[in-house]
């Protein structure tokens, strides 16, 4: 079997296959807390090291555990265990180091656990039958595309937040509308080939 091309695999994770604007997956946190930059900062660096260690530590669950015994009906259970006990010491380090950023983060921080991109990167990866290093940098690809889209929301709801905006629209319906315009923005990047640029 060919080797995936791990440029192709990250760059399409971040941009082309974007989980937010493109696959629609973990929108309750991109619209939750993407009302001040410095949140949406650490949900993304958040996001980021569960999304990498999760992809890691299941792949290797399903590799050496549930596939040689016949199990891999179990892997949705299995995943959201891991994604779970990752968050949790996710969360244990942020109350210790930073707990301004973990009360800022609030309830969005435990529904990193059920956040169906990270669940969905995991799941990706076993479908589309990555290796271990095509598997993490899918997972941290995912991650980074998914902080960028946070990143950027949350800079454009802070711009909007001052702008003159008829009564009907402010608040979220506007956040809605801008949401959809970034989605719209980053399907212009399906049009790339990245094999092309990166072969």
């Keep these: 079997m060919e080797q995936p091309n791990m440029l192709v695999i990250f760059f399409s994770a971040v941009l082309i296959n974007n989980f937010v604007l493109v696959r629609f997956l973990g929108i309750c946190p991109f619209l939750g807390v993407s009302q001040k930059l410095e949140t949406a900062v650490g949900m993304g660096f958040a996001v ?22 016949g199990l891999e009906y179990l892997q949705t ?13 996710v969360e244990m380090v942020l109350q ?9 983060l609030g309830v969005y921080l435990p529904l990193i656990t059920t956040n169906c991109a990270v669940l969905g990167v995991a ?9 271990f290093l095509a598997t993490v940098i899918n997972g941290v690809g995912a991650a980074i595309g998914f902080t960028l889209a946070i990143v950027l929301f949350a800079g454009l709801r ?3 937040a001052g702008a003159p905006i ?10 809605l509308v801008t949401a959809g315009l970034l989605s719209i923005a ?11 640029l990166f072969g």
């Design 48 to 69: 980021t090291f569960v999304m990498g260690m999760a992809s890691a530590v299941t792949w290797i669950f399903n590799q050496y555990l549930l596939i040689p015994f």
């Design 123 to 131: 799941l990706i990866n076993v479908n589309q039958g990555y290796g």
């Design 186 to 196: 980053f399907m212009g990047f399906s049009g790339f080939d990245l094999s092309k």
């Design 166 to 175: 008829g009564r009907a629209w402010q608040g979220f319906p506007i956040a």
């Design 96 to 104: 210790k180091s930073a707990p301004g950023l973990y009360q800022a």
């Design 158 to 160: 802070e711009r909007l």
């Design 77 to 89: 259970i299995a995943f959201i265990l891991i994604i779970a006990s990752l968050v949790q010491f």
